[in-house]
T-cell receptor, first 110, second 113 residues
Framework: AAGVIQSPRHLIKEKRETATLKCYPI?????VYWYQQGPGQDPQFLIS???????DKGSIPDRFSAQQFSDYHSELNMSSLELGDSALYFC?????????FGPGTRLTVL | KNQVEQSPQSLIILEGKNCTLQ??????????LRWYKQDTGRGPVSLTI?????NTKSNGRYTATLDADTKQSSLHITASQLSDSASYIC????????????FGRGTSLIVHP
């Protein structure tokens, strides 16, 4: 069965650079969620989209933006990267209540 | 391979009734287990966090149990309300440097009047 795909799986950037993370939900899923998990921390909800519209917003910094495209894939754009942005970024998709999580993208900011 | 299995996948109950959701995991080494309530399209709300030494923890009408020997957890909801309709996600955090979460797929709970 198809799962949630995230790319890239690993990303290394330097401070003040920009990064774009991509999430491809399970086919026919209409909702995408983004989470950030810093080292030794709980996963933090960033933002969600339903039918290509922003649905809810959590602790997402102003330097970050995200959108969901017509094919339902989503991108998380991160600008002016800081050392503290180093984390695992999870994407999840759902159709209804149950979420399916992707494998995550590990971002390292040097 | 670390896995978190939740059951049932979906559950429909009448308002006022109690229910119990199950979470079985094979995550190792174990750090803690969390239950979240999440409405569709919204961010998750933390219900309980349980460490290895804790067997039971309550948060209002929610009571979570943990059996670290059998690697099972349950979330019991008493006197259900319509607003309890949501997805309940079990997340197990592994220890050992990376502090990686393993997510269950959630149990979809619908409470009918």
């Amino acid at each position: 069965a198809a799962g949630v795909i995230q790319s890239p799986r690993h990303l290394i950037k330097e401070k003040r650079e920009t990064a774009t993370l991509k999430c491809y939900p399970i086919p026919r899923h209409d909702t995408v969620y983004w989470y950030q998990q810093g080292p030794g921390q709980d996963p933090q909800f960033l933002i969600s989209f339903y039918e290509k519209m922003q649905s809810d917003k959590g602790s997402i910094p102003d330097r970050f933006s995200a959108q969901q495209f017509s094919d339902y894939h989503s991108e998380l754009n991160m600008s002016s990267l800081e050392l503290g942005d180093s984390a695992l970024y999870f994407c999840a998709s759902s159709l209804g209540f149950n979420q399916f999580f992707g494998p995550g993208t590990r971002l390292t900011v040097l | 391979k670390n896995q978190v299995e939740q059951s049932p996948q979906s559950l429909i109950i009448l308002e006022g009734k109690n229910c119990t959701l199950q979470c079985n995991y094979t995550v190792s080494p174990f750090s803690n287990l969390r239950w979240y309530k999440q409405d569709t399209g919204r961010g998750p709300v933390s219900l309980t966090i349980m460490t290895f030494s804790e067997n039971t923890k309550s948060n209002g009408r929610y009571t979570a149990t943990l059996d670290a020997d059998t690697k099972q957890s349950s979330l019991h909801i008493t006197a259900s309300q319509l607003s309890d309709s949501a997805s309940y996600i079990c997340v197990v955090i592994s220890e050992g440097g990376s502090y990686i979460p393993t997510f269950g797929r959630g149990t979809s709970l619908i409470v009918h009047p």
